[in-house]
């Protein structure tokens, strides 16, 4: 299945595919477009973490909490690694602590001239990392 979403990733849009590719569709595309995208009119894929749309932005939850919802995942480990991901990419109440250094890591990966897909590539296995120690601070491992 296609996946879609804008262009120029950080935080949630790379948080995002990796769940996806994990946990909902190991066999994912994803395409990244302008912002300026119309995206109420694309009905050849899944739109995720863009303005309006089911799989996004709603109150404090992150894109990432909304695909927790809609598919049903409740892994401990997945959900803190929401509450984490909710901190680097928003600014909730009560922020997850390890969520600025992920925002920094973010930031980082898109100050090195990479292309989204590359980023992809090689940011998740930050992701991995993160879900190990997420797994282990929920007591599954």
């Keep these: ?5 804008r262009e120029k990733i950080k935080v949630d849009r790379v948080a995002c595919p990796w769940l996806i590719k994990n946990f909902i569709d190991p066999e994912a595309e994803f395409m990244f477009l302008p912002r300026d995208t119309g995206w109420a009119k694309i009905d050849n ?3 995720f973490d863009v303005p309006n749309c089911e799989l996004g932005h709603h109150g404090e939850d992150v894109s990432f909490n ?15 690694l929401g509450e984490i991901v909710r901190a680097a990419d928003s600014h909730p109440g009560n922020p997850h602590a390890a969520g600025e250094g992920l925002r920094w890591i973010a930031g980082g990966f898109g100050e090195l001239g990479l292309s989204d897909h590359e980023i992809l590539e090689r940011e998740f296995v930050v992701y991995d990392a993160l879900y190990a120690e997420c797994k282990r601070q929920a007591g599954q491992s």
């Design 1 to 5: 299945m296609k996946w879609i979403t």
């Design 45 to 47: 894929g899944t739109v």
């Design 66 to 80: 909304s695909i927790l919802k809609k598919y049903k995942l409740t892994d401990p480990a997945l959900i803190l």
